[in-house]
């Protein structure tokens, strides 16, 4: 398959494109990659997504898919090897429950915790916590959420065992805890050393300036 | 099938239980609706929906199934020997998946935005909402592609998950005064919303919008009782 016909338009700090770099490396399909400069966006992405004027986009034989879980989902049916998700429909509606679960309750107190201060801070970074020990409850025991080895939910959520240590580390509030989610920290840890999730990762020390960087901006502006 | 086999725990208010519903018609399969009381939860819904609490919940045997559009794709992909929910070729069904996420995470937000909203608010949320209609003419004309539906033919993923809203923004044009359906603005979904909601799949379990409107006022009334929210 010629590179040109697999198009991703990304930023090299965003974990949404980093889910979809994950998934075509799985997969083993090449493509294109265009790093966009997200101050000035470039006419084509406007074009691909007019709707969000986002990141990640996707796109296949000139046509465009935007939003991450919406691109996995395509990838996932399009290229047939190496599944993210299971066959069997009850194992699907769970592995969507868990993604759209992460996405919904874990991914925004996450944000919430590293962009506000003080009492707004403290319960933001409560409800991260209390939404990630849920997050576990669906690893049910398991290495991984798609078993043995990595699925759809792994490609989701596993991004944020990163993002949230580093958040915790700018902001000093411990989100992962090892002590009362051993399970969860587990799972962080051994996806993020899975040879190709590693390879496609951010180099850690240009991801943690950027996003102190990025916290500067978001507190001076939330006074 | 025997009928228990499948329980759908909802209400009758609720736009995202009217979706499982009708998914399950789409499929003909036969299934006992399970009414929550309004102001409270059954412990079969806490034990079956630990983590929300929410309806709706298919129960499919033992099994529980949450968040609507999750128990839609689940129904279309048990159920294969009925019609199908989403179209076969992968970006098709990516469109309708990405409109779909459309309607509940922005579209929607919006219009509940605006039934609490008051003054220059107001018109924040109804432009927000206006916009939205516009956007998803254009995705009307795109999907549907000259036929009666987003799916084609007949009722789709997308018709669902949009159409399950048109009692409630019925409500919302009583309520506010405004037409957000128009015929000179969005023609094409003026009229997909008269067959979406005469289909056979939809039309038993769409309310009708003199009650809902009546329960849209029990419904202020009760958040208007409710403590304050914490941010």
Known sequence: ?223 | MAKNDVKVLGAWPSPYVMRPRIALNIKSVNYEFLEETFGSKSELLLQSNPVHKKIPVLIHGDKPICESMIIVEYIDEVWTSGPSILPSDPYDRAIQRFWAAYVDEKWFAAMRGLRSAQGEERKAFLDQVTEGLALLEEAFGKCSKGKAFFGGDRIGLLDIAFGSFLGWLKVTEKVNGVKLLDEAKTPGLVKWAERFCADAAVKNVMPETEKLLEFSKVLAAKMKGAPPPKN
């Open chain 1, 1 to 223: 398959m010629a590179e040109e016909s697999v198009k991703l338009l990304g930023y090299w700090g965003s974990p949404f494109a980093l889910r979809v770099k994950w998934a075509l490396k799985l997969k083993g399909i090449q493509y294109h990659y265009v790093e966009e400069d997200l101050p000035n966006k470039s006419p084509m992405l406007l074009q691909y997504n007019p709707v969000y004027k986002k990141i990640p986009v996707l796109v296949h034989d000139d046509k465009p898919l935007a939003e991450s879980l919406v691109i996995l989902e395509y990838i996932d049916e399009e290229w047939k090897q190496n599944p993210l998700l299971p066959i069997d429909p009850y194992e699907r509606a769970k592995a969507r429950f868990w993604a759209k679960f992460a996405d919904d309750k874990c991914v925004p107190p996450v944000m919430a915790a590293f962009s506000k201060k003080g009492e707004e801070q403290e319960r933001a970074a409560k409800e991260a916590r209390e939404n990630l020990k849920t997050l576990e409850s669906g690893l049910e025991g398991k290495r991984f959420f798609g078993g043995e080895t990595i699925g759809f939910v792994d490609i989701a959520a596993g991004w944020i065992g990163c993002w949230a240590r580093m958040t915790g580390e700018i902001i000093g509030i411990n989100l992962i805890d090892a002590e009362t989610m051993p399970l969860l920290d587990a799972w962080f840890q051994d996806f993020l050393e899975v040879p190709f999730i590693k390879e496609c990762m951010p180099p850690q020390d240009k991801l943690l300036e950027h996003n102190k960087e990025f916290h500067k901006i978001l507190t001076a502006a939330s006074t």
